[in-house]
């Protein structure tokens, strides 16, 4: 018997509008609850009480990714909140997996569930100090230590040049893993999309700048989150 995953949303399919595997067409399954609290999270409806989940089992979540893409899909980004809350993920991943079916996860790396060395491509998101939250540099350790170098990437959302001091340092931290930086989104509930498209490749302009200038920084890459320049705030894309 499968235990139950709060989830909040299955989409797809879409690309993958971040990091390393940016591109990639996927589903998505976004779960429930987050130990953070970032002030800019593009995914607050959650964590804050103004989503409602379903406690659904990994074979219910595999029905509805069937019914949205009848055999049209190969690749599952597991997202969230944290999905590292869960568990019950792990029997969600064992189903894909025997189907040939390739995993991502999207985390801040906060816990630690061993169905992580699984996933074939896991990214890893400390957050900067505009997000108000502080990283605990030894549970982070933690986690990438048990993963391999090149199942991992790391990946910081910049919205600032202290924010860019703290990519900086994690890069630093952990110089063997595939390091990404993010344009931040300073604006996760505008519905104008034509000023929001604008201000982030203003904003994406400024960081690769930043980033080109800087003699530290030579094995990084740079990106925008693609699906907010295509589809802005838009749920479910
Ligand atoms: C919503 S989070 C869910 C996964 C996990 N809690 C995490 O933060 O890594 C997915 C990704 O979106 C990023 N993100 C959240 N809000 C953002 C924003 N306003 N602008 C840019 N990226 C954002 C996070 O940093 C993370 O990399
Ligand atoms: N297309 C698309 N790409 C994404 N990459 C990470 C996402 C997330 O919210 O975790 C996300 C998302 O919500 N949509
Ligand atoms: S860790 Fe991720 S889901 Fe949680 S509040 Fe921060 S951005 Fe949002
Ligand atoms: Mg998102």
Redesign the pocket.
Known sequence: MSSVIPVLEVFGP?????GAVIGQKTM?VRTGGCDYRCSWCD?AFTWDGTGKSEALTAEEIIERLDTLAPASYGHV?I?GGNPLLHKGIGQLVNLLQARGIQTAV?TQGTFWQDWLKQIDAVTISPKPPSSGMKTNWETLNKCLTQLDTRQVSLKVVVFNKTDYRFAKEVHHRFPAYEFYLQVGNEDPTTADQQKLMQDLLQQYEQLIDWTMNDKEMNRVRVLPQL?TLLWGNKRG?
């Open positions: 879409t690309i993958q509008g971040e998505f995914s980004t997202s999207e699906h894309v």
